[in-house]
């Protein structure tokens, strides 16, 4: 297999000599391209920053991230915003949609921000709407929809530029269990189509749902 994404010794600390905070000591795995990998742990244990550092988000105090053979921890600030866009995908446990928008203009604003060409959107937006069953709530706002119509209309913006990596940061968080299981059911479709997804997620029923799973304690690999 291709391994598309290689975590080397990564740590990640707060603070100053004094008073430093150790959130992520030592961590280093690989996730091979089409793979489905959850990341576990307890609220404060250290999963969320080990994402906001493979994302970018976030920097490394050591080590070394590689994506596709990239090292993104020497990629400079001015182009990591370019970086991200072009190659990750985000669902966040909050949705992050914008009200004063419809389901269709927020998905579209992700087509938009990468340049896709006017004629190009509709066609696309139609496209991944009817394969997340959201079609007939394309014309509603966020506060007009439910839940888990949210987090498939922000499931259909993460993917709809084809990134190379998913980040799921708690994506069912916020639901309640039929529509967590429906978005279970999304990832697991993506997977299966070969989207290389990483989750988070402090949910064992979620966890188990996942083919491959790491457990991180106190900043470490448990």
Do not use: W
Not at 39 to 44: E, H, L, N, P, V
């Amino acid at each position: 297999m291709n391994t598309i994404l290689k975590l080397e010794h990564i740590q990640k600390y707060y603070g100053n000599e004094g008073n430093i905070t150790k959130a992520i000591k030592d961590i280093s795995f690989s996730v091979e391209a089409g793979e489905f990998l959850g990341i576990m742990g307890a609220s404060g244990s250290g999963k969320t920053t080990l994402l906001n550092c493979i994302s970018t988000i976030d920097t490394v105090s050591a080590g070394h991230i590689f994506l596709e053979g990239t090292d993104i921890t020497e990629i400079k600030p001015k182009f990591l915003a370019r970086f991200r866009r072009e190659n990750l995908g985000f669902v966040f446990q909050d949705f992050n949609l914008l009200d004063t928008l419809t389901i269709s203009e927020n998905i579209a604003l992700a087509l938009a921000i990468n340049k896709v060409p006017a004629g190009s959107v509709e066609p696309r937006i139609l496209d991944i709407a009817g394969k997340l069953n959201i079609s007939d709530i394309l014309n509603k706002y966020p506060y007009q929809v439910s839940g888990g119509q949210k987090q498939r209309c922000a499931c259909a913006r993460a993917i709809i530029n084809n990134p190379k990596l998913l980040l799921a940061d708690e994506p069912t968080g916020n639901l309640d269990v039929s529509s967590g299981s429906e978005i279970m059911n999304i990832l697991s479709r993506l997977h299966s189509r070969g989207k290389t997804i990483i989750m988070i997620t402090h949910d064992n029923t979620i966890a188990h749902r996942v083919p491959r799973r790491v457990e991180i304690s106190d900043g470490k690999l448990v």
